[in-house]
């Protein structure tokens, strides 16, 4: 049963060009996660947003911008694209409090192809 | 700094029989818990097993894994594969400091 849901599914564009993925969850959760996976299927968390307070920002660059209006959805922006963007980005959600960690819960991915 | 480290990028099992895939972790944190997942084809990661206690055997879906403190290692083990196993599977650390860190992916493939 899906509680993580991201849009779109599949998203080809150019080099260049802004794009936004959506990702909601209904679990309630405090926690959600934006990760990429590349084409080898390395998985690399990118942000973590806990009650819409940015945790964790990885290493990525700039044009990436975590975007959230609440707790129950967190989008991410990339600013203009470039090549190696292409990669499936999955979102995810967890409940966690300090000294207490819980699952995490994948959407189904959006696939990004840049040519 | 934190790292997990799957050291098979590939395992190829017969059917019926047992399969391990490696483990192995470094942190500065004491407080952590550990997490298989399981990726099937064209679907999202989802838990298999989870485990914060040192030497305590965890099980789900037929598979388990001990959190072994004393080598740094939470190796996954089922005493025999199903062809339905095939599979991507993680082992990732939780630092709880709202930082997950995966290893590389041990692809688990089950043969007739």
């Known amino acids: 049963e899906t509680a993580v849901f991201q849009t779109p599914n599949y998203h080809v564009t150019q080099v260049g060009n802004e794009v936004s993925f959506n990702c909601k969850q209904t679990l309630g959760h405090d926690t959600m996660y934006w990760y990429k996976q590349d084409s080898k299927k390395l998985l690399k968390i990118m942000f973590s947003y806990n009650n819409k307070q940015l945790i964790v920002n990885e290493t990525v660059p700039r044009r990436f911008s975590p975007q959230s209006s609440d707790k129950a959805h967190l989008n991410l922006r990339i600013k203009s694209v470039e090549p190696e963007d292409s990669a499936v980005y999955l979102c995810a959600s967890s409940s966690r409090d300090w000294g207490h960690q819980d699952t995490q819960y994948f959407g189904p991915g959006t696939r990004l192809l840049v040519l | 700094g934190d790292s997990v480290t799957q050291t098979e990028g590939l395992v190829t099992v017969t059917e019926g029989l047992p399969v391990m895939l490696n483990c192995t972790y470094q942190t500065a944190y004491s407080d952590v818990a550990f997490f298989w997942y399981v990726q099937y084809l064209n679907e999202a990661p989802k838990l298999l097993l989870r485990s914060s206690t040192d030497n305590k055997r965890t099980e789900h879906q037929g598979f388990h894994a001990t959190l072994h403190k004393s080598s740094s290692s939470f190796h996954l083990q089922k005493s025999s594969v199903q062809l339905s196993d095939s599979a991507l599977y993680y082992c990732?650390?939780?630092?709880?400091?709202?930082?997950?860190?995966f290893g590389k992916g041990t692809h688990l493939h089950v043969l007739p």
């Open positions: 990732a650390l939780d630092t709880n400091a709202y930082k997950v860190i």
